[in-house]
């Protein structure tokens, strides 16, 4: 018999179960019971575990992880009184190419904002769920593959396999809020796009930037879905005939790995007095590094924790790890101490990232936040070079012509900040935005 009123924060954990069990049916328990009022006691209901199960499902979760949480919200029930029997939700909710069903998709649309984000956010969840694509396909979309129609408009999704573009048609619909052809046409007039990436960025006075990447339009989706917690997606697995790789060494590539960004080359041409334009050639040369501040026994103990238990040579692995790391990091230091101007257009030296930033680390959200808000990308600059072409007809005047590559977006703030520091120049700013399949990239260097 239940024992009425118990709480269910308060619920006996069942018994008799192993290890591994109990934590997976302890994980399935605390999940359910965030989503019921603080009050709430037993006895259960199969109605309030027929709900959880289908919002779960609705979610996306795997038929097996439901049976998983079934068996979890019996064992519980069942060792504080109250037996359940409840079935699996069996309707299959199609979902979509970004992961979601398209119902979802479609009420999140309504709720976007009037604003620039919100008519762009809008178009992503719309064609999201129309044409059943995700972030990849959605980031491969210009302007020039959408064509209007007398009753709507047509879509070319380029497949990246075969290198043909598959025509989509989609009509006008009667409900306005989720048509995805008069929300394309109103983000694309707002934004005053022509040519190029459908989908841009928009900072925070509201100016659109720079092409959304991949993971760019992913944590788009996944801001309007509410979802920035979950998981990374896994990695694929190793083709069959391909040599495995050691258990220690995958971990070790696991914690170590990051996404590579999107680099996208700029052209800055500065341009003033022949005195003023010196004295910033010498005021923007630097190392071309951050000076984080890092703590090294807590990165060697975060490199050996998701291998720790492989054994001795784990141990031995992040050790090896943190030695060049911290050797590499001694290096970056010593030359920044000494000026050394390895790099001509150095961002740090231009606009500085504060103490207390430095001291928190480059992967901590402050210092994320910071570098977006005032440099406009997050790594320093690369293949940086700098020309100094004279003009016998201009003797008074002077001009530097920049070329760099930048992580994700050109540092747009960095330079707001460099002009006005320097009233008396002149930038001229030219981002050089090369089409899928150059092979242009900044990692050559």
């Known amino acids: 018999m239940a024992e009425t009123g118990r709480l269910l924060q308060a619920a006996r954990s069942p018994v008799g179960l192993s290890s591994a069990t109990a934590r997976a049916y302890a994980a399935s328990w605390r999940a359910f ?11 259960v209901g199969t109605t309030a575990v027929a709900a959880w199960l289908e919002a779960r499902a609705k979610a996306g979760r795997p038929r097996q992880s439901l049976v998983v949480d079934r068996a979890a919200l019996t064992a519980w029930c069942a060792a504080n009184g109250e037996g ?32 620039l984000s919100g008519l762009r956010d809008r178009v992503l969840l719309l064609l999201a769920a129309a044409l059943d694509i995700g972030a990849e396909a959605l980031a491969r979309l210009t ?47 707002a934004a005053q796009l022509r040519w190029g990436a459908a989908f841009r960025g928009i900072d925070v006075h509201g100016t659109v930037g720079d092409p959304l990447s991949v993971p760019g339009i992913r944590f788009v989706l996944d801001r309007a879905l509410g979802r920035l917690d979950r998981p990374a997606h896994r990695a694929r697995r190793t083709k069959s005939g391909s040599p495995p790789e050691s258990s220690v060494r995958a971990a070790a590539r696991r914690c170590t790995m990051r996404a590579a960004p999107d680099w996208v080359q700029t052209t800055l041409t500065v341009s003033g007095p022949v005195d003023a334009v010196a004295r ?15 703590d090294f026994d807590y990165e060697q103990a975060r ?35 000494a000026g ?24 901590s959200r402050a210092a994320a936040a910071w570098l977006q808000a005032h440099w406009g990308t997050l790594l320093p600059l690369r293949r940086v070079e700098v020309e100094a072409p004279r003009d016998q007809r201009a003797r008074r005047s002077a001009r530097l012509v920049y070329r760099f590559w930048s992580a994700e977006w050109t540092p747009w703030q960095a330079l707001e900040r460099v002009r006005t520091n320097w009233p008396e120049l002149v930038f001229d700013i030219r ?14 260097a």
């Open 33 to 43: 019971v965030r989503t019921q009022p603080a009050d709430s006691d037993f006895p």
């Open 84 to 115: 359940l029997d409840v079935a699996l939700p069996t309707k299959q909710v199609r979902r979509t190419g970004a992961g979601v069903d398209a119902a979802s998709l479609l009420a999140v649309a309504r709720r976007c904002g009037p604003d």
């Open 143 to 189: 302007i020039e593959d959408i064509t209007d129609t007398t009753d709507g408009m047509t879509v070319a999704l380029l497949r990246p396999r075969s290198g043909r573009h598959q025509l989509r048609r989609l009509r006008r619909r009667r409900d306005p809020a989720v048509c995805p052809v008069r929300h394309w046409a109103a983000w694309r007039d």
């Open 280 to 294: 910033f050639r010498v005021a923007a040369q630097g190392p071309g590094i951050i000076p984080w501040q890092v």
């Open 303 to 337: 490199l050996l924790a998701p291998m720790a238990g492989k054994g001795a040579q784990a141990a031995t692995l992040a050790r090896l790890l943190r030695e060049a790391s911290e050797r590499l990091h001694r290096i970056a230091l010593q030359h920044q101490a």
């Open 340 to 363: 050394t101007p390895a790099c001509a257009f150095d961002l740090h030296r231009l606009v500085p990232v504060p103490g207390p930033i430095l001291e928190a680390g480059a992967d």
């Open 431 to 444: 981002p050089q935005y090369a089409r899928a399949g150059t092979g242009k990239t900044a990692d050559a």
